[in-house]
Every structure is written in C-alpha cells, then in structure tokens.
T-cell receptor, first 114, second 114 residues
Framework: KAGVTQTPRYLIKTRGQQVTLSCSPI?????VSWYQQTPGQGLQFLFE???????NKGNFPGRFSGRQFSNSRSEMNVSTLELGDSALYLC?????????????FGEGSRLTVL | AQSVTQPDIHITVSEGASLELRCNYS??????LFWYVQSPGQGLQLLLK??????LVQGIKGFEAEFKRSQSSFNLRKPSVHWSDAAEYFC????????????FGPGTRLSVLP
C-alpha cells in the first residue's frame, strides 16, 4: 500500500512569489491535514480537510490556503511568500471518519524562500 | 489552550543503555496521545498511541509508553537503545473527536554513542 506522497520534495522561491504543494493521501483515507515544521516554531497545524471541506484551521494568515479534491488529494497554496515561510511542509492523512485517528505523514516538501 | 512539553531538547545515550523520553501535556480532559519519530530529512512515523484502557502501551521498534493521568505525562521508554534509534522524537496530543488538529511537543533529539 503506497504511503502519503508529497510533491515537490524541494523547491526554492523568492519573496513575493506564490507556491502550490501537492499531497496524495493513502488510498482510502479521506482526511488530509497540513503541518508546517520550522526549527523555531516546531510543528504547527495549518489545516485539515475532510471530504473536500475544511474541517479545522490553525492560526496562520490568510496567505496560507488549501483545498481537497474529490479523490482526496489535497493542495496547499502560499501566496506572497515571506522569508519566514521557509519550512518543511508536511502532509498527513488518516481515515478521518469520526474522531481522531492516527496520522500517516509524507516525507514533506521543503520550501526555501530567498 | 492545550500544550505539550518535552523538557529534554537533546539526550545522548550509549548503545545498549535504557532510554526514557519525557512528555507532559496540558489539556482539559484526557486527549489522545501519540509518540512520533522523525529521521533527518524524513516525515514522521508513528511509534505508538494511547486512546484508552491499559496505561502501558507497546509500540514498534521495542518502544513502550506509560500514561499517567495524575501527572499528565506520557513518557516513552526503551530498555536497550540501538544506534538506528538516533532521531528526533515528538510527543503529540489530539482532542478526542475533534479531527486531526494535533498539537506537537518541541521534540527531543536522541543521539546514540557506539
């Protein structure tokens, strides 16, 4: 069974640009959540999608957005990039039905903003 | 707001020695509790989880954790550390029946001496 797949793995952008990251969850998983990992702030929850609807949102500015498609694949977008957006962005999937289940993480997309 | 504390930023142990990583959480009710491990450049892998029942839970790679409600703790243990256990370890909590909004601790980096 394939795991969570994130693309691209690495990318470099400049300030002011925007970026789109993609996540394919484990087959059968309907919940996808996104986390930002930085040395200073650690792992922080961005948002969660379930059945194409945003179910939870973390404390991030509106420049961070996401969506989920009918096949459960998800994308997140960061507009008007800032230096502080440099981070490892992790996607996680779970079955998602009902309460909290364990998260299965992808290897992440490492974003560097210059 | 819920929070997770991992008092030890970095721990060094000799191969074959025992290990205990500490985790304390602050939350209004007993949440779901998890331990994840992250190797350099990789995503997070679930070691074990506690939902309810027996307070001593067994995980993969020979790890176990004990939930102590009175101390709001969920410490991770391993009787004999292997060099391949060198990684970063994250404790996480998630509110019951509230989706995938996990709160992670800051992590403990484990180094293993030969």
């Amino acid at each position: 069974k394939a795991g969570v797949t994130q693309t691209p793995r690495y990318l470099i952008k400049t300030r002011g640009q925007q970026v789109t990251l993609s996540c394919s969850p484990i087959s059968g998983h309907r919940s996808v959540s996104w986390y930002q990992q930085t040395p200073g702030q650690g792992l922080q929850f961005l948002f969660e999608y379930f059945s194409e609807t945003q179910r939870n949102k973390g404390n991030f500015p509106g420049r961070f957005s996401g969506r989920q498609f009918s096949n459960s694949r998800s994308e997140m977008n960061v507009s008007t990039l800032e230096l502080g957006d440099s981070a490892l962005y992790l996607c996680a999937s779970s079955r998602g039905q009902g309460g909290t289940g364990e998260l299965f993480f992808g290897e992440g997309s490492r974003l560097t903003v210059l | 707001a819920q929070s997770v504390t991992q008092p030890d930023i970095h721990i060094t142990v000799s191969e074959g020695a025992s290990l205990e990583l500490r985790c304390n959480y602050s939350y209004g009710a007993t949440p779901y509790l998890f331990w994840y491990v992250q190797s350099p450049g990789q995503g997070l892998q679930l070691l074990l989880k506690y939902f309810s029942g027996d307070t001593l839970v067994q995980g993969i790679k020979g790890f176990e954790a004990e939930f102590k409600r009175s101390q709001s703790s969920f410490n991770l243990r391993k009787p004999s550390v292997h060099w391949s256990d060198a990684a970063e370890y994250f404790c996480a909590v998630a509110p019951k029946n509230y989706g995938q909004n996990f709160v992670f601790g800051p992590g403990t980096r484990l180094s293993v001496l030969p």
